[in-house]
């Protein structure tokens, strides 16, 4: 049987492109970047595109959020008794932003195609011990792409000799044809309460009625879900994201950029470091697992 799914690798600007012509499916993904997924079309559908002018620098579109999701005040933290401090990269509010692999070059492991799915296999390994974060570990990502699915399984491997603290996230950035006539459909009854420099300051009741629309909100909100489910619904499609953990966050962020969206899956929140809300602790030579799936229809 002819192989329809097609794996090209840039060697000049180190992207691999998937695709599919006949299922009309796409993908690009910026090793350089992280391994971010800068581009996806599932059945003909564009979900992900480039979010030019806007930058990848300012943006962290789709990048992977590790050893930390969203903002560490002032990089600063304790664990096990020690202090830490991360190097600022979010200076207009002097935060930690969006953890360490978002800039790291990942290598490709493996890659396989067949009839009706393509997937590749990347990792970075971190030997240096940074500030803020003196520790070694691994981190894989596998995109399995389909016509109407995309998963991400990341799996991060602590290589050090201590145990280290840590949540993970996805920072895609969805493309609505009228992001004024969608909305969020989530299970949640807590939110997070977030002040000045958008760090976490506590929890509160939230009531949701069948749906949240956007309209023309402003986000950069974060809730506590009661399920693993977010479904984003557009005119044009819509797509339920799926977690396989049990204690997943959801952060929603409309950029200055038309009807473009992030829905950011999370297992923690902004500051989690230091107000625990989320924070699991990786212990020496174990792995942490999780997926992420979008399937449209």
Not at 32 to 37: D, E, P, Q, T, V
Not at 65 to 93: C, M, S, V
Not at 145 to 164: E, W
Not at 238 to 248: A, H, Y
Request: aromatic letters at 12%.
């Amino acid at each position: 049987m002819k192989k329809l799914y097609k794996i090209n690798y840039n060697e000049v600007l180190n992207i691999l492109e998937i695709e599919n012509s006949e299922s009309n499916v796409y993908g690009k993904i910026h090793l350089n970047h992280g391994a971010s997924l800068q581009e996806l079309v599932l059945d003909g559908q564009t979900i992900i595109k480039d979010l030019s002018p806007l930058t990848y620098a300012n943006t962290y579109a789709s990048s992977i959020l590790f050893p930390f999701a969203n903002r560490i005040k002032d990089g600063l933290y304790t664990f096990n008794g020690e202090d830490f401090q991360f190097e600022i990269n979010q200076t207009e509010e002097n935060n930690a932003l969006h953890g360490l692999v978002y800039n790291k070059a990942f290598q490709i492991i493996d890659q396989e195609t067949n009839h009706d799915s393509a997937s590749v296999l990347l990792e970075y390994n971190e030997t240096e011990l940074s500030i803020g974060f003196p520790y070694t570990y691994t981190i894989q990502l596998k995109y399995i792409f389909t016509k109407n699915d995309l998963s991400l399984s990341v799996s991060v491997k602590n290589t050090d000799s201590k145990a280290f603290p840590f949540t993970l996230g996805w920072h895609p950035y969805f493309l609505s044809d009228n992001l004024f006539n969608s909305s969020l459909h989530f299970n949640s009854s807590k939110k997070i309460v977030l002040g000045e420099r958008n760090i976490t300051t506590g929890v509160e009741d939230f009531e949701l009625k069948n749906e949240f629309s956007i309209e023309d909100k402003q986000l950069d909100d974060c809730w506590i879900l009661d399920s693993n489910k977010v479904i984003f619904k557009t005119p044009g499609y819509q797509l339920t994201i799926e977690s396989s953990s049990d204690n997943n966050f959801l952060q929603a962020y409309t950029p200055p950029m038309p009807n473009t969206i992030a829905i950011e899956p999370t297992t923690g929140v902004s500051d989690s470091f230091n107000n625990k809300i989320g924070l699991k602790v990786l212990d020496a030579n174990d792995t942490y697992n999780i997926s992420w799936s979008l399937k449209i229809k």
